[in-house]
Protein backbone atom coordinates (compact mmCIF):
# COMPACT_ATOMS: atom_id res chain seq x y z
CA UNK A 1 0.00 0.00 0.00
CA UNK A 2 1.46 3.44 -0.71
CA UNK A 3 -0.71 6.70 -0.26
CA UNK A 4 1.31 9.81 -0.95
CA UNK A 5 0.48 13.06 1.06
CA UNK A 6 -1.91 15.68 -0.43
CA UNK A 7 -0.69 18.23 -3.12
CA UNK A 8 -3.04 21.13 -2.30
CA UNK A 9 -3.85 22.24 0.85
CA UNK A 10 -7.31 23.15 -0.77
CA UNK A 11 -8.65 20.43 0.19
CA UNK A 12 -12.68 18.97 0.79
CA UNK A 13 -13.92 19.56 4.52
CA UNK A 14 -14.65 16.14 6.04
CA UNK A 15 -17.51 14.17 4.67
CA UNK A 16 -19.33 11.46 6.10
CA UNK A 17 -20.25 8.95 3.37
CA UNK A 18 -21.49 5.14 3.86
CA UNK A 19 -19.89 2.87 1.62
CA UNK A 20 -21.54 -0.46 0.65
CA UNK A 21 -21.05 -4.00 2.44
CA UNK A 22 -19.12 -5.19 -1.04
CA UNK A 23 -16.54 -2.06 -1.26
CA UNK A 24 -13.00 -2.96 -0.79
CA UNK A 25 -10.79 -1.72 2.18
CA UNK A 26 -8.34 -0.05 -0.53
CA UNK A 27 -11.75 1.55 -2.63
CA UNK A 28 -12.64 3.27 0.50
CA UNK A 29 -8.65 4.98 1.02
CA UNK A 30 -8.66 5.47 -2.68
CA UNK A 31 -12.20 6.98 -2.61
CA UNK A 32 -11.03 8.76 0.55
CA UNK A 33 -8.15 10.60 -1.65
CA UNK A 34 -9.99 11.50 -3.83
CA UNK A 35 -12.46 13.46 -1.53
CA UNK A 36 -10.13 15.21 0.25
CA UNK A 37 -7.88 16.78 -3.09
CA UNK A 38 -9.70 18.62 -5.74
CA UNK A 39 -6.50 16.92 -8.18
CA UNK A 40 -5.34 13.50 -7.61
CA UNK A 41 -4.00 9.91 -9.60
CA UNK A 42 -4.87 6.38 -8.39
CA UNK A 43 -2.04 4.27 -9.72
CA UNK A 44 -3.12 0.99 -8.29
CA UNK A 45 -3.19 -2.23 -10.35
CA UNK A 46 -5.15 -3.88 -13.00
CA UNK A 47 -8.09 -5.01 -11.06
CA UNK A 48 -8.24 -3.17 -7.79
CA UNK A 49 -11.25 -1.66 -8.37
CA UNK A 50 -10.48 1.97 -9.24
CA UNK A 51 -13.69 2.77 -11.54
CA UNK A 52 -15.63 2.40 -8.31
CA UNK A 53 -13.49 4.23 -6.02
CA UNK A 54 -14.20 7.50 -8.88
CA UNK A 55 -18.01 6.92 -8.62
CA UNK A 56 -17.90 6.20 -4.50
CA UNK A 57 -16.17 9.44 -4.86
CA UNK A 58 -18.23 11.24 -6.68
CA UNK A 59 -21.18 10.07 -4.83
CA UNK A 60 -19.41 11.27 -1.67
CA UNK A 61 -18.98 14.73 -3.02
CA UNK A 62 -22.39 14.54 -5.22
CA UNK A 63 -24.81 14.35 -1.81
CA UNK A 64 -22.64 17.55 0.15
CA UNK A 65 -23.27 19.45 -3.42
CA UNK A 66 -19.68 20.21 -3.50
CA UNK A 67 -20.30 18.33 -7.25
CA UNK A 68 -22.93 18.88 -9.58
CA UNK A 69 -22.02 16.22 -12.62
CA UNK A 70 -19.21 14.38 -13.54
CA UNK A 71 -17.47 13.46 -17.00
CA UNK A 72 -15.09 10.36 -17.48
CA UNK A 73 -12.97 10.72 -20.51
CA UNK A 74 -11.82 6.85 -20.87
CA UNK A 75 -10.89 4.39 -23.90
CA UNK A 76 -13.47 3.34 -26.31
CA UNK A 77 -13.56 0.03 -25.44
CA UNK A 78 -14.61 0.91 -20.95
CA UNK A 79 -17.07 3.29 -22.07
CA UNK A 80 -19.93 1.04 -22.05
CA UNK A 81 -18.60 -2.43 -20.80
CA UNK A 82 -16.87 -0.60 -17.58
CA UNK A 83 -18.10 3.09 -16.83
CA UNK A 84 -21.63 2.64 -17.80
CA UNK A 85 -22.18 -0.59 -16.43
CA UNK A 86 -20.66 0.37 -13.22
CA UNK A 87 -23.20 3.13 -13.12
CA UNK A 88 -26.14 0.97 -13.87
CA UNK A 89 -25.40 -2.23 -11.42
CA UNK A 90 -23.73 -0.28 -8.80
CA UNK A 91 -25.40 3.28 -8.56
CA UNK A 92 -28.59 3.21 -10.01
CA UNK A 93 -29.79 6.73 -8.70
CA UNK A 94 -27.02 8.13 -10.84
CA UNK A 95 -28.04 8.93 -14.54
CA UNK A 96 -25.68 8.28 -17.18
CA UNK A 97 -25.22 9.18 -20.45
CA UNK A 98 -22.64 7.69 -23.05
CA UNK A 99 -21.22 10.67 -25.62
CA UNK A 100 -20.50 8.54 -28.82
CA UNK A 101 -21.72 8.47 -32.48
CA UNK A 102 -21.72 11.28 -34.85
CA UNK A 103 -21.15 15.07 -33.39
CA UNK A 104 -24.44 15.92 -33.71
CA UNK A 105 -25.59 12.69 -31.81
CA UNK A 106 -22.79 13.76 -29.25
CA UNK A 107 -24.67 16.75 -28.91
CA UNK A 108 -27.73 15.96 -28.58
CA UNK A 109 -26.84 13.40 -25.83
CA UNK A 110 -25.08 16.07 -24.32
CA UNK A 111 -28.59 17.87 -23.83
CA UNK A 112 -29.73 15.99 -21.66
CA UNK A 113 -28.77 16.62 -18.35
CA UNK A 114 -27.56 13.46 -16.29
CA UNK A 115 -25.18 12.75 -13.33
CA UNK A 116 -22.69 10.84 -15.44
CA UNK A 117 -21.19 11.71 -18.71
CA UNK A 118 -18.63 9.04 -20.57
CA UNK A 119 -16.51 10.23 -23.51
CA UNK A 120 -14.36 8.53 -25.30
CA UNK A 121 -10.37 10.20 -25.55
CA UNK A 122 -10.24 11.72 -28.79
CA UNK A 123 -14.08 12.44 -28.38
CA UNK A 124 -13.26 15.65 -26.03
CA UNK A 125 -11.61 17.22 -29.59
CA UNK A 126 -15.13 16.79 -30.80
CA UNK A 127 -17.29 18.49 -28.16
CA UNK A 128 -14.70 20.63 -26.69
CA UNK A 129 -16.37 23.58 -27.04
CA UNK A 130 -19.84 22.43 -25.85
CA UNK A 131 -18.48 20.76 -22.48
CA UNK A 132 -16.09 23.90 -22.03
CA UNK A 133 -20.08 25.78 -21.89
CA UNK A 134 -20.81 23.58 -19.02
CA UNK A 135 -19.74 24.69 -16.20
CA UNK A 136 -22.12 22.56 -13.63
CA UNK A 137 -19.74 19.51 -14.85
CA UNK A 138 -17.45 20.49 -12.33
CA UNK A 139 -15.69 17.23 -11.85
CA UNK A 140 -13.45 14.73 -14.12
CA UNK A 141 -12.31 11.64 -14.14
CA UNK A 142 -9.40 10.94 -16.67
CA UNK A 143 -9.26 7.13 -16.94
CA UNK A 144 -6.03 5.52 -18.44
CA UNK A 145 -4.37 9.04 -18.66
CA UNK A 146 -1.08 7.51 -19.41
CA UNK A 147 -2.02 7.88 -22.96
CA UNK A 148 -1.22 11.60 -22.65
CA UNK A 149 2.14 10.77 -22.43
CA UNK A 150 2.56 13.48 -25.01
CA UNK A 151 2.48 16.80 -23.64
CA UNK A 152 2.92 18.48 -26.96
CA UNK A 153 -0.01 16.50 -29.02
CA UNK A 154 -3.02 18.08 -29.85
CA UNK A 155 -5.10 15.72 -27.84
CA UNK A 156 -3.28 16.40 -24.47
CA UNK A 157 -3.53 20.45 -25.10
CA UNK A 158 -7.16 20.04 -25.47
CA UNK A 159 -7.34 18.20 -22.18
CA UNK A 160 -5.30 20.32 -20.42
CA UNK A 161 -7.03 23.04 -21.40
CA UNK A 162 -10.74 21.73 -20.47
CA UNK A 163 -9.37 20.51 -17.32
CA UNK A 164 -7.52 24.14 -15.73
CA UNK A 165 -10.87 25.21 -14.63
CA UNK A 166 -12.63 22.01 -12.91
CA UNK A 167 -12.53 21.91 -9.64
CA UNK A 168 -11.90 18.41 -9.04
CA UNK A 169 -9.63 16.33 -11.64
CA UNK A 170 -8.85 13.10 -11.25
CA UNK A 171 -6.36 9.95 -13.20
CA UNK A 172 -6.35 6.90 -13.51
CA UNK A 173 -3.54 4.56 -14.71
CA UNK A 174 -2.09 1.40 -13.31
CA UNK A 175 1.06 2.58 -16.03
CA UNK A 176 2.24 6.02 -15.05
CA UNK A 177 5.59 5.40 -16.90
CA UNK A 178 4.55 2.63 -19.54
CA UNK A 179 7.32 3.94 -22.13
CA UNK A 180 9.76 6.21 -20.46
CA UNK A 181 10.55 7.75 -17.50
CA UNK A 182 9.30 11.13 -19.21
CA UNK A 183 5.90 10.11 -19.82
CA UNK A 184 4.43 11.63 -16.77
CA UNK A 185 5.29 15.15 -18.02
CA UNK A 186 2.20 14.92 -20.07
CA UNK A 187 -0.84 14.16 -17.76
CA UNK A 188 1.08 15.87 -14.71
CA UNK A 189 1.22 19.21 -17.31
CA UNK A 190 -2.87 18.99 -17.11
CA UNK A 191 -4.02 17.48 -13.72
CA UNK A 192 -1.09 19.15 -11.32
CA UNK A 193 1.21 21.19 -13.19
CA UNK A 194 2.58 22.52 -10.04
CA UNK A 195 4.59 19.46 -9.52
CA UNK A 196 6.06 19.54 -13.05
CA UNK A 197 8.33 22.48 -14.79
CA UNK A 198 6.05 24.13 -17.41
CA UNK A 199 8.86 22.42 -20.50
CA UNK A 200 8.99 19.39 -21.05
CA UNK A 201 12.86 19.76 -22.16
CA UNK A 202 13.69 21.24 -18.46
CA UNK A 203 11.73 17.71 -17.14
CA UNK A 204 13.82 15.51 -19.82
CA UNK A 205 16.96 17.11 -18.75
CA UNK A 206 15.83 16.55 -14.77
CA UNK A 207 15.62 12.75 -15.45
CA UNK A 208 17.30 11.70 -18.44
CA UNK A 209 21.01 11.61 -19.61
CA UNK A 210 21.57 12.13 -23.56
CA UNK A 211 24.17 9.58 -24.01
CA UNK A 212 24.25 10.20 -28.08
CA UNK A 213 22.59 12.17 -30.32
CA UNK A 214 19.49 10.22 -30.17
CA UNK A 215 19.79 8.51 -27.51
CA UNK A 216 18.74 9.22 -23.97
CA UNK A 217 19.24 7.05 -20.75
CA UNK A 218 17.46 7.89 -17.46
CA UNK A 219 19.16 8.85 -14.25
CA UNK A 220 19.66 7.47 -11.09
CA UNK A 221 16.40 7.24 -9.02
CA UNK A 222 14.76 8.34 -12.24
CA UNK A 223 11.88 6.20 -12.13
CA UNK A 224 10.99 7.74 -8.45
CA UNK A 225 11.19 11.01 -9.10
CA UNK A 226 8.84 10.74 -12.19
CA UNK A 227 6.02 9.02 -9.94
CA UNK A 228 6.90 11.40 -7.22
CA UNK A 229 5.50 14.38 -9.75
CA UNK A 230 2.02 12.41 -9.51
CA UNK A 231 0.77 13.80 -6.26
CA UNK A 232 -1.33 13.46 -4.49
CA UNK A 233 -1.49 9.64 -5.32
CA UNK A 234 -2.68 6.15 -4.50
CA UNK A 235 -1.11 2.86 -4.72
CA UNK A 236 -2.43 -0.74 -4.65
CA UNK A 237 -1.56 -3.92 -5.64
CA UNK A 238 -3.74 -6.65 -6.45
CA UNK A 239 -3.08 -8.95 -4.04
CA UNK A 240 -4.13 -6.34 -1.50
CA UNK A 241 -8.23 -6.75 -2.48
CA UNK A 242 -8.17 -10.34 -2.77
CA UNK A 243 -6.35 -13.60 -2.87
CA UNK A 244 -6.04 -15.00 -6.82
CA UNK A 245 -5.57 -18.46 -7.80
CA UNK A 246 -1.94 -18.96 -9.01
CA UNK A 247 -0.78 -17.37 -12.35
CA UNK A 248 1.70 -19.17 -14.81
CA UNK A 249 3.54 -17.62 -17.59
CA UNK A 250 5.81 -20.16 -19.58
CA UNK A 251 7.42 -19.71 -23.04
CA UNK A 252 6.44 -22.54 -25.51
CA UNK A 253 9.26 -22.91 -28.70
CA UNK A 254 7.66 -23.69 -31.83
CA UNK A 255 10.30 -24.03 -34.66
CA UNK A 256 10.28 -22.03 -37.89
CA UNK A 257 9.24 -24.15 -41.01
CA UNK A 258 12.15 -24.57 -43.42
CA UNK A 259 10.13 -21.68 -45.48
CA UNK A 260 9.94 -19.35 -42.99
CA UNK A 261 13.55 -20.08 -41.64
CA UNK A 262 14.78 -19.04 -44.68
CA UNK A 263 13.28 -15.57 -45.10
CA UNK A 264 13.91 -15.28 -41.74
CA UNK A 265 17.33 -15.38 -42.14
CA UNK A 266 17.01 -13.30 -45.58
CA UNK A 267 15.73 -10.63 -43.73
CA UNK A 268 18.15 -10.66 -40.61
CA UNK A 269 20.83 -10.43 -42.88
CA UNK A 270 20.30 -8.31 -45.65
CA UNK A 271 16.76 -6.50 -44.29
CA UNK A 272 15.18 -7.27 -47.41
CA UNK A 273 13.71 -10.71 -48.51
CA UNK A 274 11.47 -12.00 -51.27
CA UNK A 275 9.07 -14.17 -51.21
CA UNK A 276 7.32 -15.47 -54.37
CA UNK A 277 6.78 -12.45 -56.38
CA UNK A 278 6.34 -10.14 -53.30
CA UNK A 279 9.11 -7.89 -52.16
CA UNK A 280 9.48 -7.17 -48.24
CA UNK A 281 11.27 -4.60 -47.02
CA UNK A 282 11.86 -2.78 -44.20
CA UNK A 283 13.79 1.25 -43.81
CA UNK A 284 14.73 1.15 -40.29
CA UNK A 285 15.35 -0.37 -37.37
CA UNK A 286 11.74 -0.94 -35.71
CA UNK A 287 10.56 -1.87 -39.32
CA UNK A 288 13.31 -4.35 -39.75
CA UNK A 289 12.16 -6.05 -36.21
CA UNK A 290 8.09 -5.79 -36.91
CA UNK A 291 8.98 -7.28 -40.17
CA UNK A 292 11.18 -10.31 -38.05
CA UNK A 293 8.01 -10.81 -35.94
CA UNK A 294 5.73 -11.12 -38.72
CA UNK A 295 8.09 -13.74 -40.90
CA UNK A 296 8.06 -15.62 -37.67
CA UNK A 297 4.02 -15.56 -36.83
CA UNK A 298 3.72 -16.61 -41.15
CA UNK A 299 2.35 -13.93 -41.99
CA UNK A 300 4.31 -11.22 -43.64
CA UNK A 301 2.90 -7.36 -45.03
CA UNK A 302 4.38 -6.69 -48.13
CA UNK A 303 5.31 -3.12 -49.78
CA UNK A 304 2.33 -3.35 -51.59
CA UNK A 305 -0.12 -3.98 -48.65
CA UNK A 306 -0.70 -7.56 -49.18
CA UNK A 307 -0.86 -10.46 -46.92
CA UNK A 308 1.97 -13.11 -47.48
CA UNK A 309 1.30 -16.45 -45.97
CA UNK A 310 4.38 -18.87 -44.71
CA UNK A 311 4.07 -22.07 -43.74
CA UNK A 312 3.61 -22.12 -40.09
CA UNK A 313 2.83 -25.85 -38.86
CA UNK A 314 4.34 -25.66 -35.87
CA UNK A 315 2.77 -22.83 -34.15
CA UNK A 316 -0.18 -23.32 -35.16
CA UNK A 317 -0.48 -27.05 -33.71
CA UNK A 318 1.01 -25.29 -30.76
CA UNK A 319 -1.75 -23.28 -30.34
CA UNK A 320 -4.06 -25.51 -31.28
CA UNK A 321 -2.89 -27.98 -28.15
CA UNK A 322 -2.57 -24.90 -25.51
CA UNK A 323 -6.88 -24.31 -26.73
CA UNK A 324 -7.11 -28.01 -26.12
CA UNK A 325 -5.60 -28.33 -22.84
CA UNK A 326 -8.40 -26.31 -21.02
CA UNK A 327 -11.88 -26.58 -20.47
CA UNK A 328 -12.20 -22.91 -19.93
CA UNK A 329 -12.17 -20.28 -22.20
CA UNK A 330 -9.24 -18.48 -24.08
CA UNK A 331 -7.85 -15.35 -25.03
CA UNK A 332 -5.40 -15.38 -28.04
CA UNK A 333 -3.65 -12.55 -29.33
CA UNK A 334 -2.05 -11.63 -32.22
CA UNK A 335 -0.32 -8.23 -32.92
CA UNK A 336 -1.17 -8.08 -36.48
CA UNK A 337 -4.87 -8.34 -38.01
CA UNK A 338 -3.38 -10.52 -41.05
CA UNK A 339 -2.46 -12.94 -38.22
CA UNK A 340 -5.91 -12.76 -36.39
CA UNK A 341 -7.47 -13.23 -39.99
CA UNK A 342 -5.45 -16.27 -40.25
CA UNK A 343 -6.36 -18.09 -36.58
CA UNK A 344 -9.66 -17.21 -37.54
CA UNK A 345 -9.34 -19.44 -40.27
CA UNK A 346 -7.72 -21.83 -38.48
CA UNK A 347 -9.93 -21.93 -35.31
CA UNK A 348 -13.32 -22.35 -38.01
CA UNK A 349 -11.76 -25.14 -39.70
CA UNK A 350 -10.73 -27.15 -36.58
CA UNK A 351 -14.68 -26.34 -35.64
CA UNK A 352 -13.75 -24.11 -32.85
CA UNK A 353 -16.36 -21.53 -31.65
CA UNK A 354 -14.64 -18.18 -31.69
CA UNK A 355 -15.10 -14.44 -32.24
CA UNK A 356 -12.87 -11.79 -33.48
CA UNK A 357 -12.04 -8.41 -32.84
CA UNK A 358 -9.63 -5.90 -34.45
CA UNK A 359 -9.64 -2.73 -34.27
CA UNK A 360 -12.29 -2.69 -37.44
CA UNK A 361 -14.86 -4.40 -35.17
CA UNK A 362 -17.36 -1.69 -33.90
CA UNK A 363 -17.97 -0.52 -30.38
CA UNK A 364 -21.38 -2.28 -30.62
CA UNK A 365 -20.01 -5.37 -31.89
CA UNK A 366 -17.48 -5.33 -29.32
CA UNK A 367 -19.48 -5.10 -26.32
CA UNK A 368 -21.98 -7.74 -27.63
CA UNK A 369 -18.95 -10.69 -27.75
CA UNK A 370 -17.67 -9.39 -24.41
CA UNK A 371 -20.69 -10.14 -22.94
CA UNK A 372 -21.55 -13.18 -24.37
CA UNK A 373 -18.42 -14.71 -23.89
CA UNK A 374 -17.96 -13.68 -20.36
CA UNK A 375 -21.88 -14.22 -19.40
CA UNK A 376 -22.93 -17.22 -21.60
CA UNK A 377 -21.25 -20.19 -22.87
CA UNK A 378 -20.68 -19.08 -26.29
CA UNK A 379 -17.32 -18.56 -27.70
CA UNK A 380 -14.82 -20.89 -26.11
CA UNK A 381 -12.31 -17.98 -27.76
CA UNK A 382 -11.93 -14.74 -28.08
CA UNK A 383 -9.11 -14.17 -30.80
CA UNK A 384 -8.00 -10.43 -31.19
CA UNK A 385 -5.56 -7.99 -31.87
CA UNK A 386 -4.42 -6.75 -28.11
CA UNK A 387 -4.39 -3.43 -28.57
CA UNK A 388 -8.28 -3.54 -28.59
CA UNK A 389 -9.15 -5.60 -25.08
CA UNK A 390 -6.24 -3.85 -23.39
CA UNK A 391 -8.47 -1.84 -21.09
CA UNK A 392 -11.06 -1.80 -18.28
CA UNK A 393 -12.44 -5.65 -19.14
CA UNK A 394 -13.03 -8.61 -16.96
CA UNK A 395 -12.93 -11.31 -18.83
CA UNK A 396 -12.50 -14.03 -16.15
CA UNK A 397 -14.33 -16.70 -17.78
CA UNK A 398 -11.27 -17.75 -20.01
CA UNK A 399 -7.99 -19.08 -17.67
CA UNK A 400 -5.70 -18.89 -20.36
CA UNK A 401 -4.14 -16.22 -22.68
CA UNK A 402 -2.34 -17.39 -25.71
CA UNK A 403 0.36 -15.18 -27.29
CA UNK A 404 1.17 -15.89 -31.55
CA UNK A 405 3.92 -13.73 -31.01
CA UNK A 406 5.10 -10.43 -28.58
CA UNK A 407 4.04 -7.64 -28.69
CA UNK A 408 6.75 -4.51 -28.64
CA UNK A 409 4.02 -2.39 -26.00
CA UNK A 410 4.70 -2.87 -22.46
CA UNK A 411 2.00 -1.49 -21.55
CA UNK A 412 -0.20 -3.52 -23.77
CA UNK A 413 1.51 -6.67 -23.16
CA UNK A 414 0.72 -5.86 -19.31
CA UNK A 415 -2.97 -4.69 -19.79
CA UNK A 416 -3.95 -7.85 -21.82
CA UNK A 417 -2.41 -10.10 -19.67
CA UNK A 418 -4.85 -8.81 -16.64
CA UNK A 419 -8.00 -9.32 -18.62
CA UNK A 420 -8.04 -12.87 -16.83
CA UNK A 421 -6.38 -11.90 -13.73
CA UNK A 422 -8.95 -10.68 -12.10
CA UNK A 423 -10.98 -10.21 -9.00
CA UNK A 424 -14.01 -13.53 -9.97
CA UNK A 425 -11.01 -15.35 -11.79
CA UNK A 426 -11.95 -19.02 -9.71
CA UNK A 427 -8.89 -21.15 -11.51
CA UNK A 428 -5.63 -20.87 -11.78
CA UNK A 429 -3.89 -19.22 -14.94
CA UNK A 430 -2.21 -19.16 -17.87
CA UNK A 431 -0.01 -17.17 -19.75
CA UNK A 432 1.60 -18.76 -22.97
CA UNK A 433 3.92 -16.99 -25.08
CA UNK A 434 4.67 -18.82 -28.27
CA UNK A 435 7.57 -17.87 -30.05
CA UNK A 436 10.35 -19.78 -32.44
CA UNK A 437 13.45 -17.44 -32.51
CA UNK A 438 15.19 -15.73 -30.36
CA UNK A 439 14.61 -12.40 -31.42
CA UNK A 440 11.42 -13.26 -29.79
CA UNK A 441 12.32 -14.98 -27.00
CA UNK A 442 14.59 -12.25 -26.20
CA UNK A 443 11.46 -9.52 -26.24
CA UNK A 444 9.12 -11.93 -23.92
CA UNK A 445 12.02 -11.85 -21.74
CA UNK A 446 11.84 -7.70 -21.82
CA UNK A 447 8.30 -7.77 -21.54
CA UNK A 448 8.95 -10.15 -18.29
CA UNK A 449 10.90 -7.86 -16.74
CA UNK A 450 9.05 -4.75 -17.31
CA UNK A 451 11.44 -3.47 -19.24
CA UNK A 452 9.76 -0.98 -22.24
CA UNK A 453 10.71 -2.47 -25.13
CA UNK A 454 10.81 0.65 -27.32
CA UNK A 455 14.03 1.52 -25.63
CA UNK A 456 15.74 -1.65 -26.05
CA UNK A 457 15.04 -1.52 -29.90
CA UNK A 458 18.11 0.18 -30.60
CA UNK A 459 19.98 -2.49 -28.47
CA UNK A 460 18.29 -5.71 -30.30
CA UNK A 461 18.88 -3.82 -33.96
CA UNK A 462 22.75 -3.57 -32.41
CA UNK A 463 22.86 -7.27 -31.53
CA UNK A 464 21.46 -8.24 -35.18
CA UNK A 465 24.21 -5.99 -36.85
CA UNK A 466 27.08 -7.83 -34.64
CA UNK A 467 25.39 -11.21 -35.75
CA UNK A 468 25.31 -10.08 -39.50
CA UNK A 469 29.20 -9.08 -38.90
CA UNK A 470 30.11 -12.44 -37.44
CA UNK A 471 29.02 -13.82 -40.14
Not at 23 to 34: E, G, I, N
Not at 60 to 80: E, F, N
Not at 398 to 414: E, H, R, Y
Request: aromatic letters at 8%; proline letters at 6%; hydrophobic letters at 40%.
Amino acid sequence: MNVHAPWSPDRSPGITYKFPPSAFLVQKLTAALFIENLRGYCLSELGTGKTRSILFAFDALRRVSRVQRLLVICPLTAMKRTWWREVKREFPWLTVSILHGTKKQREQRLMHKVDVYIINHDGLGVLYEQLSCRHDINAVCVDEIAVYRNGRSQRTKTLRDFVQPKLYAWGLTGSPIPRAVTDVWGPCSCLTPNTVPKWFTIFRDQLMLKVSQFKWEPKPHAEEQAVACMQPSVRFRLDEVTELPPRVINYYDAPLSPKQAHVYESMRKGALALVGTEKIDALNAGAILSKLLQIAIGYVYTRSGKTVSLPNTPRLQLILDLIDSTSEKVLLFAPYKSAVAALSTMLTDNQIDHAVITGDTPLRKRNEIFNAFQETSQYKVICAHPACMAHSLTLTRANTTIWAGPVTSLDTFQQANGRTYRVGQKHKTLIAMVGGTPMERHIYRLLGRNEALQKKFLEIMEAITEDNASE
